[in-house]
C-alpha cells in the first residue's frame, strides 16, 4: 500500500512538473499588420464633440421640472430635450 502511494505521487509530480513547465513556456511570436491609409490618419475636429440631437443623451421625464433656485444666482433656465415629446 505504502508502494503504490509513493507510485502514484511520484505520477502526479511529473505531471505537475509537466503541466506547470508547459504553462510557462513562452508563446511563439505573432505578428499582425493592420495597414492604415493616410487619410485615416486625422485628428478629431473640434465640432464632434458638441452634442447633436442625433447623439444626444436621453434625459429622464422629470429633468424639465424646475425646482426651487439657489440664493444667490442668477440666470436662464434653458428647457431641457424630454424623451416623451412633452416640453
Do not use: Y
Not at 436621453?58 to 430635450?81: D, F, I, W
Amino acid at each position: 500500500m505504502q508502494k503504490a502511494r509513493m507510485i502514484v505521487a511520484v505520477i502526479i509530480l511529473v505531471l505537475s512538473l509537466a503541466l506547470l513547465a508547459w504553462g510557462l513556456w513562452p508563446e511563439g511570436h505573432v505578428r499582425r499588420e493592420l495597414p492604415i491609409a493616410p487619410t485615416q490618419m486625422t485628428l478629431p475636429t473640434p465640432s464632434s464633440f458638441v452634442p447633436s440631437p442625433d447623439n444626444a443623451p436621453q434625459v429622464s421625464s422629470l429633468a424639465h421640472v424646475e425646482g426651487p433656485k439657489p440664493a444667490g444666482r442668477s440666470g436662464a433656465v434653458l428647457p431641457l430635450p424630454c424623451s416623451n415629446g412633452a416640453a
